[in-house]
């Protein structure tokens, strides 16, 4: 079965930190870039951060620059997302996706984890 699951989310004051988790199962994820979203309400889904499936050239939104960092952890099936200093407009549903290209492309979501940042 097939599975992708955020964790990690929570309620955090400005300027505080945390780690979001995105655990595979079921797939090949040494394969697949994973990337993270984040949609607030009211807004549409933004791209944070990419990670591909081999090496290490990351995305990041300029939002989030210096701020936040992905990596990952291919033995753990696992995608994280460092946010550090984080301020009240990183406030969102945080999802990752994992995707792979030609010749069999797939894609896959996780549910999501809710980052609160407020004071």
């Known amino acids: 079965q097939v599975q992708l699951v955020e964790s990690g989310g929570g309620l955090v004051q400005p300027g505080e930190s945390l780690r979001l988790s995105c655990a595979a199962s079921?797939?090949?994820?040494?394969?697949?870039?994973v990337s993270w979203y984040r949609q607030a309400p009211g807004k549409e889904r933004e791209l944070v951060a990419t990670?591909?499936?081999?090496?290490?050239?990351?995305n990041l939104a300029d939002s989030v620059k210096g701020r936040f960092t992905i990596s990952r952890d291919n033995a753990k099936n696992t995608v994280y997302l460092q946010m550090n200093n984080l301020k009240p407009e990183d406030t969102a549903i945080y999802s990752c996706?994992?995707?792979?290209?030609?010749?069999?492309?797939?894609?896959?979501w996780g549910q999501g984890t809710q980052v609160t940042v407020s004071s």
């Open positions: 990670i591909p499936s081999v090496g290490t050239n990351t």
């Open positions: 079921g797939f090949t994820f040494s394969s697949y870039a």
């Open positions: 996706k994992a995707e792979r290209g030609p010749p069999t492309p797939k894609r896959y």
